[in-house]
């Protein structure tokens, strides 16, 4: 981390620590769910050719979202 980072989050009243803290957090998330689903679905990928597999992945990634999107709202 970068002294400048620490500085700054030093200034941060608690809530706005915590605020900043899970925008980074969810950024994160996002960040890994897209690099996950550009390494994982593409023409070579063999368990993606085979269609029942392709429906399970797809319904995984939908929990997933609903359950995120249920995190988000609370």
């Given amino acids: 981390m970068h002294t400048n980072?620490?500085?700054v989050a030093a200034a941060l009243s608690?809530?706005?620590?915590?605020?900043?803290l899970r925008s980074l957090a969810r950024t994160e998330?996002?960040?890994s769910a897209e690099l996950?689903?550009?390494r994982r679905i593409h023409g070579a990928n063999r368990s993606y050719r085979n269609e029942e597999l392709r429906r399970e992945y797809v319904r995984t990634l939908k929990a997933a979202l609903d359950r995120r999107r249920g995190?988000?709202?609370?």
């Fill in 36 to 38: 996950v689903a550009h």
């Fill in 29 to 31: 998330r996002e960040a």
């Fill in 14 to 20: 608690n809530d706005d620590l915590l605020a900043r």
């Fill in 71 to 74: 995190a988000d709202v609370g």
């Fill in 5 to 7: 980072m620490l500085i």
